[in-house]
């Protein structure tokens, strides 16, 4: 029913009302022409034979697409290396030790790529000795390893030599940061020595000479170690990160003849204690002529490392490739993370 008032609502058409002869021609959907042509694409023979063909192909394996700029965590290799053997010198026994001081999640990928390392060449035992780390980490993966958690908080450099006395692992030790790695197999140059840096630095970078003396004086026997320390005549090394590989039988004479392991772990606690022990060690190394000139070390001075102390230099594989462009021979690989 209409009205004036809905007037100009459109209205359904009425087909009865339509003179048959002018009623639209009505097509059944399947007749209609464009539908009848989109079905002749459903059949396609030749599609098919390709498909079968290639149900049997290999699937190609896609890589994914790793983003540079994304951090990838490191995993735990739990299997040793078919290649990997017991690393043993002149009959004499030998243990890594890392030390491990842990600040953010990110810093688990350095003890793993170390530890990694070790297992790629090594089937020693293995020590981590962490260091006040203030997170947690996951150590229940890990082949023929001991955990430490050290009571001096913040000790740091000091640890792997108070503890190698204390447990007496092995005949030798080889003392790593969490930030160094096993580039290739040692040498018998490199292990036919009673004590060796890994590197050296130069006695000009001497710090806060009044703290070197202080620490030397709380040493037994250190009189004479003290005319030797401030005496700018005489010719030492310091020794970076305090790292070496070390007979058990040279730690326990050093602590022997003036307590340096016992009495200096309870009162280094900061960063600046900890480059003080770097002196000190190897004040005392070249007063007892262990060493003598600058021919401590297995790698040379710390200066020369290819990326020394650059914050980019912060992973195995930029470490390792910097070491490769440069040509550098060396069997243990540093970063840095500015820790």
Known sequence: MSSWANRRIPQKRNISQIPEEFRPQIVPRVARPEIVASELYQEDTQNEIILNKRINEPKKVVEPVVNPRQFVSKKIDTSLSPSAFELRFKEKSYVFVILRHLRTTRDNDLWISSYNSIRKFYTNKIVIIDDNSSINTVDGKLANVEVIKSEFNGAGEILPYYYFLKYKWADRMVFLHDSMFINRPFRDTELDNNIKFHWYFNKSKEGDFRKIINYVSMLTNSTELQAFATDPDTTWFGC??????????????????????????????TRKDRETFERVFGIVLYYEGIFNDDNCSNYGDILKYPGAFESENNNIETAGHILRQKSYDTAIMKVWRGR
């Open 240 to 269: 970076f990160g305090a790292t070496s590989i070390c007979d058990l039988a040279t730690v326990q004479y050093l602590e022997e003849e003036y307590k340096i392991f016992s009495n200096l772990v309870l009162a280094i606690r």
